[in-house]
Nanobody, 115 residues
Framework: QVQLVESGGGLAQPGGSLRLSCAAS????????LGWYRQRPGKQRELVAS???????NYADSVRGRFTIARDSAKNTVYLQMNSVQPEDTAVYYC?????????WGQGTQVTVSS
């Protein structure tokens, strides 16, 4: 099992930046895939970005070039650096971990982009 705790959400202005953090309760190298998902109002949850244990990354088309996923193995933490945010990035952002025993989710953190 793994526990995930997100932090870093809040309010940002259009064009601004936010950094989300997700602290895992075990070594991130033991997690096959770490990902950030989001659920916008009235929409289904969608993948934003992911990183594998070997470091390969993947991004949704809507965020590629603006968001960056990165990890700090010493802190067992994965980050989502969000630049040039737009109102359509407003959502609850969830951290996800895929390990051999299943999928695990954090509690979510609200990101609101508004002027």
């Amino acid at each position: 099992q793994v526990q995930l705790v997100e932090s870093g959400g809040g309010l940002a202005q259009p064009g601004g930046s936010l950094r989300l953090s997700c602290a895992a309760s075990r070594s991130i190298f033991s997690i096959n895939i770490l990902g950030w998902y989001r659920q916008r109002p009235g929409k289904q949850r969608e993948l934003v970005a992911s990183i594998t244990s070997s470091g390969a990354t993947n991004y949704a088309d809507s965020v590629r070039g603006r968001f960056t996923i990165a990890r700090d193995s010493a802190k067992n933490t994965v980050y989502l650096q969000m630049n040039s945010v737009q109102p359509e990035d407003t959502a609850v952002y969830y951290c996800n971990a895929a390990i051999t025993t299943g999928l695990y989710w954090g509690q979510g953190t609200q990101v609101t982009v508004s002027s």
